[in-house]
């Protein structure tokens, strides 16, 4: 039987369910497994700021993955180990390019996410990556854009033709150097909202995975992972077993070694997930 080194989670819909909370059975069933002597990390699309509270719920000491692999930071300490960011002249093609298009943006930059007016009426949606959240008098000229750090991400909320015009430009312009995604952000068959996550490229959950076996002295066949979302499917395909909330859409499940009974809104599946990987 193959003897795992390192344990690694998802957060919303894996560990926290749907009303914030966390089973007693995955508290109870991560406590084990660490005394035990096996290591637990999260890897996450939320910032740090809007990850570490639940890490020190669940009593994880050490280096966890935020904004899906762009930065890890030691919640002992809360020391940054990596990033990965828009910086120079690619943020100054990123701004230019959002301002063009008119979309209203969110700026996650230095662990905390800055919005305008425009973005007011879209702040429910990023709040779960946050609540380190602050309306400036205009986004276009925070000194986030040309900040030493970078930006580790940006939101942007527009129209469908906004936002596809917008994706098609950043690919052009920015090419290698940002990752950029889209989908619909809001449609109830009268308004429909779409929206768009820029990140540098580079950096997945899979990277995540891997630098965290690396830190831990392992390699990615040691570690077991959890999740549920797209996001999630890099970490599936590096990890040596990776486990599937019961919610996820098909093609994530099928993109896992093994699939859980528990979704998001019951929890329970890091519970089901350690009993089945560690029989504990």
Same mark, same amino acid.
């Not at 990023?126 to 000229?141: C, D, F, L, P, Q």
């Given at each position: 039987m193959t003897t795992y080194k390192l344990f690694a989670i998802d957060v919303d819909g894996t560990l926290v369910r749907r009303d914030g909370s966390i089973h007693d059975e995955d508290l109870l069933a991560i406590a084990r497994l660490q005394a035990a002597g096996v290591p637990v990390s999260i890897a996450t699309g939320r910032l740090y700021s809007g990850t570490r509270d639940v890490a020190r719920r669940v009593g994880v000491i050490g280096p966890i993955a935020c904004v899906d692999g762009s930065h890890i930071v030691h919640t002992d300490g809360d020391a940054h180990l990596y990033s990965r960011t828009i910086s120079g002249n690619e943020a100054a093609l990123l701004r230019s390019i959002t301002e063009r298009h008119a979309t209203a943006c969110f700026l996650f930059a230095q662990d905390s996410i800055v919005h305008d007016a425009s973005g007011t009426p879209h702040v429910h949606y /990023?709040?779960?990556?946050?609540?380190?959240?602050?309306?400036?008098?205009? /986004?276009?000229?925070h000194p986030y854009w040309e900040h030493d750090h970078g930006l580790l991400a940006l939101v942007a909320v527009g129209t469908e033709p906004q936002i596809a015009a917008a994706v098609e430009e950043i690919r052009s312009e920015l090419g290698q150097a940002a990752s950029v995604v889209s989908f619909p952000f809001m449609n109830d068959g009268r308004t429909n909202v779409f929206a768009m996550m820029v990140r540098a490229a580079g950096s997945t959950k899979g990277t995540a995975i891997t630098w965290l076996a690396e830190h831990y002295g392992c390699t990615p066949s040691d570690v077991v992972v959890v999740g549920d979302w797209l996001n999630d499917v890099p970490m599936f395909e590096v990890a040596g077993r990776s486990f599937v909330m019961g919610q996820a859409p098909e093609n994530v499940k099928q993109a896992a070694t093994d699939r859980l009974e528990a979704d998001g809104l019951r929890g329970g599946g890091i519970a089901e997930a350690i009993y089945r990987a560690f029989g504990r």
């Open positions: /990023v709040r779960g990556w946050s609540h380190a959240i602050a309306e400036v008098e205009r /986004v276009s000229s």
